[in-house]
């Protein structure tokens, strides 16, 4: 074993350490008042790992630090694009039903009812699989549910493809949106851990962006191989690019190192050093101590500081989710109940898409100088706003059609924000989960907004008056978020920060 330990630099995890020549310290779990045998199993972990490999000059170093300092090296830069390029594949597997609506309408016979059905399907299936599949990530590792939620979603978008009936194809997109719920959160997860600090929050809306991009070329993929070989090849597409991404997945994208460090799988010090090599860095001779006062577990996410948190971006979530799907799926509809003719409604959908891939850009580039927070709220308040102008507009289609892409800048901006946000407002330990229960959450609202836009125009308002009030989500979403504290590298600093006083308490006495 070396003679020098590694530094730490989080005085939380540093007093967990003994002095040299004091007795050992006690480190406890919460609400424990004994010696936590975990804690020296993994004292004595490190300490027989740290025979692995000889000595390095980063071993003083904690390597979640090398991972995110200094430039990013193309293996992360290459694990970055990978998840983007998959998030753009989600974006395509998600919308292809609305793509092939109304052929499918035709070849099965179906009504406005049954196609509804269809088209929220998937939905149903991402809401499930964000909620209860995309948390194991933090068990048994980003990687591992990543490919197996990809190869979820190759298998039933093919699938799909030779489904022989409305009922047979509804549950083969429940069961792609399972998938694709599975992995959404965890590619934001791994951008957010594989990129440096600097770029962190800009690769996190960049890999959202893809989201629009996949939703927008594709569906001019998708209109040109339904017009030449019928609704099934757009499915066969997704199926193709999907098996392609999981190539890519498979060869270039390791597993994350907070996940190694945090978890501490079997293997991990040799699992971290064979990343690290990846990344062409000097291997590590052990991984840092994570005292039990470090440790940072789902029922934390719900206590404290920690636990605001993640009721703030709930609410922030299931708002922004709730006038993004309102956007997405009346707007056409109820462009053409305000008179524009048919052609021109479908247009206005499509300059949603467009101006989208806009504002999602625009904030990736302007989160490499502000924080990702500031720019969220500033894109809830702006979609809000221009859900009034919106409103105002309806009546002139030239400006209904410009004031569209407006819409779809600041709304798919907000979505894309919103990733960024959450991905680093979490510890390592419950990032996924974390990530994919705030999505979970936005989903309910994804699935309510659209059955209350209906309900509410079958009572007789209108559309002037949808666009108001689903304004009032955008303004609710912004105000959460004000709330929401600063982003988080490791369980450490989560932990100093619930054992420092709240702002105004007064502080304890010191002990003489």
């Not at 196609?115 to 980003?142: E, K, Q, W, Y």
């Not at 206005?348 to 924080?371: D, E, H, N, R």
Request: charged letters at 15%.
């Amino acid at each position: 074993m070396s003679s020098s330990a590694p530094t730490n630099r989080n005085p939380a995890a540093a007093c967990a350490r003994a002095s040299p020549g004091s007795p050992p310290r006690t480190v406890t779990g919460p609400g424990s008042g004994s010696t936590s045998p975990r804690n020296h199993h993994r004292r004595a972990t490190t300490e027989s790992s740290s025979k692995e490999r000889p000595m390095s000059g980063t071993q003083a170093r904690d390597v979640r630090d090398i991972v995110s300092t200094g430039r990013m090296t193309p293996s992360q830069a290459a694990a970055v694009l990978v998840a983007i390029f998959l998030n753009t594949v989600d974006g395509y597997d998600v919308l292809v039903m609305a793509f092939t609506s109304t052929s499918v309408s035709r070849e099965f016979g179906i009504g406005p009812g049954a196609l509804g059905t269809l088209l929220s399907a998937s939905l149903f299936g991402m809401a499930i699989g964000s909620i209860v599949i995309a948390p194991l990530a933090d068990r048994i590792g980003r990687r591992t549910i990543t490919l197996g939620a990809l190869t979820v979603v190759t298998i039933f978008m093919a699938a799909s493809a030779l489904a022989p009936s409305a009922l047979t194809l509804g549950i083969f997109r429940f069961l792609t949106g399972i998938g694709i719920g599975a992995m959404l959160p965890n590619l934001s997860t791994f951008v957010s851990e594989y990129s440096t600090r600097r770029w962190r929050e800009p690769a996190v809306v960049l890999n959202s962006a893809g989201y629009a991009v996949g939703g927008t070329v594709g569906g001019f993929a998708a209109a040109a191989l339904i017009q030449a070989s019928g609704w099934r090849s757009a499915f066969w597409l997704g199926a193709a690019v999907g098996l392609v991404a999981l190539i890519a997945c498979w060869a270039l994208v390791p597993e994350s190192i907070h996940y190694l460090v945090e978890r501490r799988p079997a293997d991990a010090l040799a699992k971290v050093n064979r990343v690290l090599a990846k990344m062409r860095r000097e291997p590590v001779a052990e991984l840092p101590l994570v005292s039990e006062h470090e440790r940072i577990g789902i029922r934390d996410m719900f206590t404290g500081r920690l636990g605001r948190t993640t009721i703030l971006l709930w609410v922030a979530f299931f708002g922004l989710m709730s006038g993004f799907y309102f956007a997405n799926s009346w707007t056409p509809r109820l462009l053409n109940q305000s008179g524009l003719p048919e052609n021109l409604s479908v247009i206005g959908g499509v300059l949603i898409s467009l101006g989208g891939i806009v504002g999602a850009l625009t904030l990736a580039a302007l989160a490499i100088k502000l924080p990702a927070k500031v720019l969220e709220i500033a894109a809830l308040i702006g979609s809000a706003l221009i859900f009034l102008v919106f409103a105002a507009s309806l009546s002139s289609p030239t400006s209904a059609l410009i004031t569209a892409v407006v819409v779809g800048f600041f709304i798919n901006a907000s979505v894309a924000g919103m990733y960024a946000v959450v991905a680093t407002r979490y510890p390592p330990s419950v990032r996924s989960t974390g990530v994919g229960w705030a999505v979970g959450i936005g989903r309910v609202g994804a699935i309510l907004a659209p059955l209350g836009a209906g309900a509410m125009l079958a009572a007789g308002w209108t559309p002037r008056q949808l666009f108001f009030v689903f304004a009032i989500p955008m303004v609710i979403a912004g105000i959460a978020l004000l709330f929401v504290g600063r982003p988080v590298d490791s369980s450490a600093e989560v932990a100093a920060e619930e054992s420092a006083p709240e702002p105004g308490a007064p502080l304890a006495p010191e002990r003489q």
